[in-house]
């Protein structure tokens, strides 16, 4: 299989954006608290997602399952249609369990993988930079999200997620807003 097809074919099954060569080098948090974690985010700005395309109004929620692993919720509209649409998964803690590093799947997926979720930096109750790397050996593929409790944050704490961002060496060009515009308040 040539290159492009494997970076296409990983580009489509992992829908993020690809990278020759290894992940880079990111550090998730210290001292996460998961609990705290929990509830409803907004995503502001992420990377091109191919799960997420059109996708307007979008939110994930957290909560605890009864078997220590945390239920994801998220929750997009269509930017075309409106229409409303959630998809289901399971994160669980990797390593220590203050180490700030997730694993989420969604087995409604016709294609299962393990994502990485890492957590970079959340002051829980009012942003979370996200990252998540797969490293395929010749090439790797990453997204980040910002997400915040509030659905329009303030400029404060957007520029705290991107210190965060640039802390790390990660790029922020690549960022995409998300649309929060005219969205209902109880989705
Ligand atoms: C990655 O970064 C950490 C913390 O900045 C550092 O201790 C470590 O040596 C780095 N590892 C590599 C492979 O560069
Ligand atoms: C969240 O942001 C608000 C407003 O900027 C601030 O007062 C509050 O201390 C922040 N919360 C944390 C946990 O830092
Ligand atoms: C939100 O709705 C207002 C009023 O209907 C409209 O003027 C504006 O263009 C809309 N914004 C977006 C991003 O759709």
């Not at 996200?130 to 409790?149: H, K, M």
Request: aromatic fraction near 12%.
């Amino acid at each position: 299989m040539s290159l492009i097809i494997l970076v296409l074919l990983l580009y489509v099954v992992q829908a993020q954006v690809p990278f020759l060569g290894p992940c880079p080098n990111v550090t998730s948090m210290e001292g996460f608290q998961v609990e705290k974690y929990l509830g409803k985010w907004y995503e502001i700005e992420r990377y091109f997602a191919v799960f997420e395309f059109a996708g307007k109004c979008v939110t994930a929620e957290y909560s605890k399952n009864s078997d220590e692993t945390v239920a994801v919720h998220n929750k997009q509209s269509s930017s075309i249609t409106g229409e409303r649409s959630a998809i289901m998964g399971v994160a669980k803690v990797v390593g220590r369990p203050d180490g700030g590093r997730l694993s989420v799947r969604f087995p409604s997926l016709p294609v299962q993988f393990e994502a990485p979720y890492w957590i970079l930096d959340t002051d829980y109750e009012n942003y979370s930079v996200v990252w998540s790397c797969l490293d395929f050996g010749i090439v790797n593929t990453r997204n980040t999200w910002i997400l915040t409790r509030a659905r329009t944050p303030n400029p404060e704490i957007m520029n705290k997620a991107y210190s965060i961002l640039d802390k790390m060496g990660i790029d922020r060009n690549l960022l995409l807003k998300t649309d929060q515009e005219n969205c209902s308040d109880h989705t």
